[in-house]
């Protein structure tokens, strides 16, 4: 009996899918091996025997089972040429790594030749594990999933088509195109619509491609290119759950975040009533062109790696990607190794810092050639406070849509927080709140496991008549609103603490919510959002990260028209703006400023354009006084080199330009091998002999990262700006040293005779004792000479690193 008991489970157990048939004999072959086994052991040794086969059986069929993988190959290899284009060569080496009679096109998802050289395929790890063996392989990488992450934002930031401002300065961001990587779009959006664009450039070389309700007339002068990819995601869900299969955005983040970027003015938007005004992106002149890799689970590595290959033989100028996951090495960094042919290519490419902020450490796509781009707030609140019968108010904020000034004050209602043994109820997950005990009452909800929306929902069904969703530890004071489905507003994690202490100090607590409306101007502005990431760099520390922050908190920008405000599919409400918080909403903004400044400086190259935007952007805020971090002033790991100020940055007077071979050289400095940075640019360079020409090497960045480590009590870097300004100019250095650093700056003074000449400057950092920090920050700053007309600001971190 116990021998039919174990082949049965085994036979249970190991009911999966195959695609070769071969591989499903190898483990019948295993079972009945076993079997027969069974028959010659005792009973402990059958045990024994039982549990060591179940291992070998689950170590096999992880073997066996297919999963995608983007294999990176030499771009001269020795094989390529005998074959007349590059998919027959990436076929080649699945052909040569599975069985016969398969054909190696089914499993090939993606042929790469512009971001990188190379394919994604789907493969077992034994068939992994044989090409790694092939010469002409480079780097095989598992596919991973990232995740993604206006009426008045360009106002904020000083953007006006006044004459003298940077809008009219650089025409727009006429002639440039911004591709985006996102969901999709929604192409009939009057955030899209092409009146008064100009023609589409004739550099560019895209398509508008059709699909599921798209097809090329949604295209025009303002969205001149659509494309989708699809192969990445399905090989992990090849179930389809309703979601457009083409360009068009199903659930509204690719919409916000292009419009966010360049889309043309909108009079009269709003989201029912609450910041109105005229929506539009931060360069509404230039052309759009879409590249959806985001679908319901994710965006998927190979997807993000086809988009950026295609992008950049399409012709676009710079790619805005709000999307990413935790830090990894570059050389495992798909979007790092992608755009850095991008910026070999003159493309600017953005991406979102990440929300996993607060955290240290927390920053991803923190390539030295990639903007960095960290949330900041905005001054406009839309308050909805909670007046309990105790008389005290707590502040909330929300854009639940009421009708008339009578409707902004909601009924007096019963409070009541489900808080006792179930976990689910107190965090309002859908099903979990009893109905007897919160119908018609106001109910109180923790954030966090669901959607703050969709907390909501869950109340409404159960009867609720009003929701306050209130912060946690995680959340803290963060702020993020909502277009809720009833009554409801969002405290801090402060308030919370009072309401809950309230609901428990009585029998019968009663409040209830008065909605305010639009308020501009009243609150310090920008601050730091408390979930944008935060630095230091966790791969590479010698780099500051983030490099700025931008607008990313209640962002108003253009939504689908298939969907409810809150994307929620129960929302029946239609709009054509909708609000949306996080990274993702920052980064098109500096896509936008970036756009700008390539209009205005067609010449400038990608670290040129970054550097104009770091050195002119804001550290203190609109009342004059530094920008706050919750209740401190904010470090440079959280706002890297401060809030994007674009009518500055397009005229900064000196920048700090990266040529590429210099990021080749600060990857051999930072101890990256030649294989590994092989992988990333694809240049076959010695770091030794690289190391012996450049002594005492330092990027040409516009931030600096000071590390002490090992016992070291000196460091010099070389920094060289170009004269983007007026001819015959002079520039006088302003130093704020780090606490317990001595920093000594030769020359200190930088006499430019002409425009676009370089000059060279030194700093020497000393360490002169241990303080009680591990780190300390200060700046370098050029000042011109005629009235400080330019202000070219460096961040300096440093840190100390122990054994």
Same mark, same amino acid.
């Given at each position: 009996?116990?021998?039919?008991f174990?082949?049965?489970?085994?036979?249970?157990?190991?009911?999966?899918?195959?695609?070769?048939?071969?591989?499903?004999?190898?483990?019948?072959?295993?079972?009945?091996?076993?079997?027969l086994?069974?028959?010659?052991?005792?009973?402990?040794?059958?045990?024994?025997?039982?549990?060591f086969?179940?291992s070998?059986?689950?170590?096999?069929?992880?073997a066996?089972?297919?999963?995608?993988?983007?294999?990176?190959?030499?771009?001269?290899?020795?094989?390529?040429?005998?074959?007349?284009?590059?998919?027959?060569?990436?076929?080649?080496?699945?052909?040569?790594?599975?069985?016969?009679?398969?054909?190696?096109?089914?499993r090939?998802?993606?042929?790469?030749?512009?971001?990188m050289?190379?394919?994604?395929?789907?493969?077992?790890?034994?068939?992994?594990?044989?090409?790694?063996?092939?010469?002409?392989?480079?780097?095989?990488?598992?596919?991973?999933?990232?995740?993604?992450?206006t009426?008045?934002?360009?106002?904020?930031?000083?953007?006006?088509?006044?004459?003298?401002?940077?809008?009219?300065?650089?025409g727009?961001?006429?002639?440039?195109?911004?591709?985006?990587?996102?969901?999709?779009?929604?192409?009939?959006?009057?955030?899209f619509?092409?009146?008064?664009?100009?023609?589409?450039?004739?550099?560019?070389k895209?398509?508008?491609?059709?699909?599921?309700?798209?097809?090329?007339?949604?295209?025009?002068?303002?969205?001149?290119?659509a494309?989708y990819?699809?192969?990445?995601?399905?090989?992990?869900?090849?179930?389809?759950?309703?979601?457009?299969?083409?360009?068009?955005?199903?659930?509204?983040?690719?919409?916000?975040?292009?419009?966010?970027?360049?889309?043309?003015?909108?009079?009269?938007?709003?989201?029912?009533?609450?910041?109105?005004?005229?929506?539009?992106?931060?360069?509404?002149?230039?052309?759009i062109?879409v590249?959806?890799?985001?679908?319901?689970?994710?965006?998927?590595?190979?997807?993000?790696?086809?988009?950026?290959?295609?992008?950049?033989?399409?012709?676009?100028?710079?790619?805005?990607?709000?999307?990413?996951?935790?830090?990894?090495?570059?050389?495992d960094?798909?979007i790092?190794? *992608?755009?850095?042919?991008?910026? #070999? !290519? /003159?493309?600017? @490419?953005?991406? =979102?810092? &990440?929300?996993?902020?607060?955290m240290?450490?927390?920053?991803?796509?923190?390539?030295?050639?990639?903007?960095?781009?960290?949330?900041?707030?905005?001054?406009?609140?839309?308050?909805?406070?909670?007046?309990?019968?105790?008389?005290?108010?707590?502040?909330g904020?929300?854009m639940?849509?009421v009708?008339?000034?009578?409707?902004?004050k909601?009924?007096?209602?019963?409070l009541?927080?489900?808080?006792?043994?179930?976990?689910?109820?107190?965090?309002?997950?859908?099903?979990?709140?009893?109905?007897?005990?919160?119908?018609?009452k106001?109910?109180?909800?923790?954030? *966090?496991?669901?959607g703050?929306? #969709? !907390? /909501?929902?869950? @109340?409404?069904? =159960?009867? &609720?008549?009003?929701?306050?969703?209130?912060?946690?530890?995680?959340?803290?004071?963060?702020?993020?609103?909502?277009?809720?489905l009833?009554p409801?507003?969002?405290?801090?994690?402060?308030?919370?603490i009072?309401?809950?202490?309230?609901?428990?100090?009585?029998?019968?607590?009663l409040?209830?919510?008065?909605?305010?409306?639009t308020?501009?101007?009243?609150?310090?502005?920008?601050?730091?959002?408390?979930?944008?990431?935060?630095?230091?760099?966790?791969?590479?520390?010698?780099?500051?990260?983030?490099?700025?922050?931008?607008?990313?908190?209640n962002?108003?920008?253009?939504?689908?028209?298939?969907?409810?405000?809150?994307?929620?599919?129960?929302?029946k409400?239609?709009?054509?703006?909708s609000?949306?918080?996080?990274?993702?909403?920052?980064?098109?903004?500096?896509?936008?400023?970036?756009?700008?400044?390539?209009?205005?400086?067609?010449?400038?190259?990608?670290?040129?354009?970054?550097?104009?935007?770091?050195?002119?952007?804001d550290?203190?805020?609109?009342?004059?006084?530094?920008?706050?971090?919750?209740?401190?002033?904010?470090?440079?790991?959280?706002?890297?080199?401060?809030?994007?100020?674009?009518?500055?940055?397009?005229?900064?007077?000196?920048?700090?330009?990266?040529?590429?071979?210099?990021y080749?050289?600060?990857?051999?400095?930072?101890?990256?091998?030649?294989?590994?940075?092989?992988?990333?640019?694809?240049?076959?360079?010695?770091?030794?002999?690289?190391?012996?020409?450049?002594?005492?090497?330092?990027?040409?960045?516009p931030?600096?990262?000071?590390?002490?480590?090992d016992?070291?009590?000196?460091?010099?870097?070389?920094?060289?700006?170009?004269?983007?300004?007026n001819?015959?100019?002079?520039?006088?250095?302003?130093?704020?040293?780090?606490?317990?650093?001595?920093?000594?700056?030769?020359?200190?003074?930088?006499?430019f005779k002409?425009?676009?000449?370089?000059?060279?400057?030194?700093?020497w950092?000393i360490?002169?004792?241990?303080?009680?920090?591990?780190?300390?920050?200060?700046?370098?700053?050029?000042?011109h000479?005629?009235?400080?007309?330019y202000?070219?600001?460096?961040?300096?971190?440093v840190?100390?690193?122990?054994?």
């Amino acid at each position: 009996m116990l021998n039919l008991f174990i082949f049965e489970f085994f036979l249970n157990t190991f009911k999966y899918p195959y695609n070769s048939p071969t591989k499903s004999c190898t483990t019948q072959h295993t079972l009945l091996l076993l079997l027969l086994l069974l028959q010659q052991k005792s009973m402990e040794s059958k045990f024994q025997l039982f549990f060591f086969t179940l291992s070998l059986l689950i170590l096999t069929i992880h073997a066996q089972t297919l999963a995608t993988y983007i294999v990176q190959l030499h771009p001269h290899g020795t094989t390529k040429s005998m074959f007349t284009n590059k998919l027959e060569w990436h076929l080649s080496f699945i052909q040569q790594t599975i069985s016969s009679d398969e054909d190696p096109s089914s499993r090939l998802l993606y042929s790469y030749r512009s971001a990188m050289d190379g394919f994604a395929a789907q493969l077992t790890e034994a068939e992994i594990e044989y090409l790694q063996r092939i010469p002409d392989v480079i780097s095989i990488r598992p596919d991973r999933n990232l995740q993604i992450q206006t009426t008045y934002s360009y106002k904020f930031l000083g953007l006006s088509p006044a004459r003298e401002n940077g809008w009219y300065q650089s025409g727009f961001g006429r002639g440039t195109i911004i591709g985006v990587l996102d969901t999709g779009v929604w192409p009939e959006s009057p955030s899209f619509i092409d009146h008064d664009m100009p023609p589409v450039p004739k550099k560019w070389k895209g398509i508008c491609q059709s699909g599921q309700a798209f097809n090329s007339s949604n295209c025009n002068k303002k969205l001149i290119g659509a494309r989708y990819f699809t192969k990445g995601h399905f090989a992990v869900s090849p179930t389809r759950i309703p979601e457009y299969l083409s360009p068009r955005d199903s659930s509204g983040h690719g919409t916000h975040t292009s419009s966010t970027a360049g889309g043309v003015p909108v009079p009269m938007a709003s989201v029912f009533g609450y910041a109105n005004g005229v929506a539009r992106g931060m360069a509404p002149g230039a052309h759009i062109a879409v590249y959806k890799v985001c679908w319901f689970n994710g965006c998927y590595n190979s997807d993000i790696m086809a988009a950026l290959d295609v992008a950049i033989r399409d012709g676009v100028d710079v790619l805005s990607l709000s999307l990413g996951g935790f830090p990894v090495p570059l050389y495992d960094d798909s979007i790092a190794v *992608g755009s850095f042919r991008a910026m #070999e !290519k /003159g493309i600017s @490419v953005i991406c =979102a810092a &990440g929300n996993n902020g607060p955290m240290a450490m927390s920053v991803a796509n923190d390539a030295p050639w990639i903007a960095t781009i960290g949330a900041s707030t905005l001054d406009r609140k839309f308050p909805a406070i909670v007046r309990m019968a105790n008389g005290k108010i707590l502040y909330g904020e929300s854009m639940y849509p009421v009708n008339n000034r009578m409707a902004s004050k909601s009924k007096v209602l019963e409070l009541v927080y489900l808080s006792g043994g179930d976990s689910e109820s107190q965090f309002c997950l859908k099903g979990s709140l009893p109905k007897d005990q919160v119908q018609g009452k106001m109910v109180v909800c923790d954030r *966090g496991v669901n959607g703050r929306s #969709e !907390k /909501g929902e869950a @109340v409404k069904e =159960a009867g &609720g008549a009003a929701m306050i969703l209130t912060n946690t530890e995680l959340n803290l004071e963060e702020d993020s609103v909502d277009v809720h489905l009833l009554p409801a507003t969002l405290v801090g994690f402060d308030e919370s603490i009072t309401l809950k202490a309230y609901i428990n100090s009585t029998k019968k607590p009663l409040a209830r919510i008065e909605f305010g409306g639009t308020v501009i101007g009243k609150s310090r502005a920008p601050t730091v959002a408390i979930f944008s990431a935060r630095g230091p760099s966790f791969t590479n520390p010698s780099i500051l990260k983030p490099d700025v922050i931008a607008p990313g908190v209640n962002i108003i920008a253009a939504w689908p028209q298939n969907l409810g405000p809150t994307g929620l599919p129960e929302d029946k409400r239609r709009v054509n703006f909708s609000v949306m918080s996080g990274t993702s909403m920052s980064c098109p903004h500096v896509s936008g400023i970036a756009a700008l400044i390539r209009s205005a400086h067609q010449n400038w190259s990608p670290a040129a354009i970054k550097s104009a935007i770091m050195t002119t952007a804001d550290v203190i805020d609109h009342t004059g006084k530094p920008i706050l971090d919750e209740d401190k002033p904010a470090t440079s790991f959280a706002m890297g080199s401060g809030n994007v100020n674009p009518h500055k940055a397009l005229n900064p007077g000196l920048i700090y330009d990266i040529k590429p071979n210099d990021y080749v050289n600060h990857l051999c400095s930072i101890g990256y091998t030649n294989s590994e940075i092989f992988s990333i640019t694809h240049r076959n360079i010695s770091c030794h002999a690289i190391m012996q020409k450049n002594r005492g090497f330092s990027l040409n960045y516009p931030s600096i990262s000071v590390i002490f480590k090992d016992g070291t009590k000196r460091k010099m870097f070389s920094r060289r700006v170009t004269n983007v300004g007026n001819p015959n100019s002079i520039y006088s250095v302003e130093v704020v040293a780090p606490q317990g650093v001595k920093v000594i700056v030769k020359p200190k003074k930088l006499v430019f005779k002409q425009e676009n000449q370089s000059l060279s400057y030194k700093v020497w950092f000393i360490s002169r004792k241990r303080v009680t920090t591990n780190f300390a920050e200060g700046h370098l700053t050029w000042i011109h000479s005629q009235n400080g007309s330019y202000r070219v600001r460096s961040p300096i971190v440093v840190t100390w690193k122990t054994k």
